[in-house]
């Protein structure tokens, strides 16, 4: 097909570095992709070589200006590219001496052509006929297939580009052992003729409609139904959805209240997940905690469990993991333990040797007396060894605020202490000194507590505490359930994983 187009005259546009060619086509090689010019003009001058090469690559635009044929001559019109980015051609033959004029338009598909060096698809070009010439369809096909099969012409941002090199210095390209095979190869893949491509797309929409789910699922459910076999279930069917919390299988209904007093309780708490805690009388709390201690949960393992529980909880009021780290050696806090001369104030030391453990400074003030008990002997015994610092006097208290202040001065009984000028002082301290309280085992009346508590922690069952006792968490300090039931109460642990849970009133 290349032999075709011998003899033409074109207009070669090679960019504005190189310029416009005019002359006549004496050769084209499609092996190395190159068309010599004869008798070539240079922007209008006439050259001094008779022939002129170009390659593909340095050619921008060709317009066809004369096409030889058997009758008058044609002028053809300019190359436009593509919309795919792929040269296009036109072909304008003068008018008839009669003035008419025949269009063939060529077949488009509808499908977008890939940008595919050889065998382009023509779209939307029109070819204008004069009836003299009666130039066929397969005519122009050979003529726009010769010309498109250059592989130089590449679209870039809406124009052709092409390289800025000199015609005459342009040489062909070497063609190695392999270029008769990569050609077979090229037309096995781009071979195939364009007119066989369906003009339409294929309808993705139409076909899924054909498709009836609802009767396949019916189907298929009538026949596992029939068989026996497990049932997939309908489509409309959606599986349940559980949250991280919830359990899968299925269980017994949920019973809230699992403890049971004999007496009725004055006040009800609730823990986070909803179990119902009733308060107990002090009389009912202390025959519960004698009992216990005949069973064998002595004085000593009860202190023990209460310190461990409420040092637990004070570490994480300080900070917990965040504060408490060796990084953070020079943010070592401070905490103020004001305990008195009974069990409560024994419970508090016990409190403060764990935290003095965990590198806490633990300032404890117990007021001198004569004789102690036996128990906040050894608890003091055991303090010593620690690096806490213990104080006897309000004067040798912090001046400034300190982290936490932990109260174990009030008592259930032995109210008088109340009115010793030691307690009014420390009380005075204590609502000077700004920093949050928590309370141990805190008394039932009001009137009897002199420092307001932010927190307050109650040990096995709560007492029914006041709005001054703050926040009220509950420790578990080892109590069987057996005891429980001795005494009339019937319990069911409330503490799941932890030993201090949070109380909310109800």
């Known amino acids: 097909m290349a032999t075709d187009w011998l003899g033409s005259i074109v207009s070669i546009n090679c960019g504005e570095s190189l310029g416009v060619y005019q002359g006549r086509v004496s050769a084209v090689d499609q092996v190395s992709q190159t068309i010599s010019l004869t008798r070539p003009f240079h922007n209008g001058v006439k050259c001094l070589v008779p022939e002129v090469t170009f390659r593909a690559g340095d050619i921008t635009e ?24 792929i040269p296009g051609v036109g072909c304008q033959v003068g008018p008839s001496q009669n003035g008419t004029g025949k269009v063939l338009k060529k077949p488009v598909s509808s499908s977008a052509p890939q940008n595919i060096p050889r065998r382009p698809e023509v779209k939307n070009q029109d070819v204008i006929i004069s009836p003299q010439q009666q130039c066929s369809k397969s005519y122009m096909d050979r003529h726009v297939e010769a010309l498109t099969q250059s592989k ?11 390289s800025s090199r000199h015609p005459n210095q342009v040489t062909p390209k070497k063609s190695g052992l392999k270029n008769g095979q990569m050609k077979s190869k090229d037309d096995e893949c781009f071979g195939d003729d364009i007119d066989e491509i369906p003009d339409t797309d294929f309808d993705f929409e139409g076909n899924l409609a054909l498709f009836d789910k609802a009767a396949v699922f019916e189907e298929i459910e009538t026949y596992e ?7 997939r279930g309908t489509p409309s069917e959606k599986p349940a959805r559980y949250r991280h919390d919830e359990n899968i299988l299925e269980s017994e209904p949920i019973v809230y209240r699992r403890i049971v007093v004999p007496q009725n309780a004055n006040k009800e708490f609730c823990t986070d997940s909803g179990l119902v805690v009733p308060s107990v009388s002090y009389e009912l709390h202390k025959k519960l905690l004698s009992v216990a201690e005949k069973h064998g949960l002595t004085l000593e393992r009860r202190l023990e469990m209460t310190g461990v529980c409420a040092s637990q909880m004070a570490l994480s009021l300080l900070g917990g993991p965040n504060r408490l780290n060796p990084k953070n050696v020079h943010q070592r806090p401070t905490v103020a333990l004001l305990c008195g001369p009974h069990v409560k104030g024994a ?6 040797r764990h935290l003095s453990n965990h590198d806490v400074h633990v300032i404890l003030f117990l007021p001198n007396f004569v004789k102690m008990l036996e128990s906040i002997t050894d608890e003091l015994n055991l303090f010593s060894k620690t690096q806490g610092q213990q104080v006897s006097s309000v004067k040798d208290l912090p001046d400034t605020p300190v982290d936490l202040v932990i109260n ?18 420390v009380v005075d301290w204590a609502n000077q000194n700004r920093a949050p309280v928590l309370s141990i085992d805190p008394p039932m009346n009001e009137m009897e507590q002199g420092i307001d508590a932010k927190w307050s922690l109650a040990l096995g069952l709560p007492l029914p505490l006041g709005e001054r006792a703050g926040r009220v968490y509950l420790c578990d300090i080892g109590i069987p359930q057996k005891v429980f ?22």
């Open 225 to 231: 139904r029939r068989s026996g076999t497990r049932s």
């Open 485 to 506: 039931q001795e005494v009339g109460i019937n319990y069911h642990s409330p503490f799941g994983c932890k030993f201090v849970i949070p109380l909310h009133s109800t």
């Open 347 to 352: 419970q508090g030391i016990s409190c403060g």
């Open 408 to 425: 174990c001065l009030d008592c259930h009984e032995n109210a008088f202490l109340r009115d010793q000028p030691w307690y009014k002082a």
């Open 152 to 162: 130089g012409f590449r679209r870039r941002h809406n124009s052709w580009s092409s």
């Open 62 to 85: 060709l317009k066809i200006l004369e096409i030889p044929g058997p009758g008058d001559s044609r002028h053809c019109g300019d190359l436009q590219p593509a919309e795919t980015g």
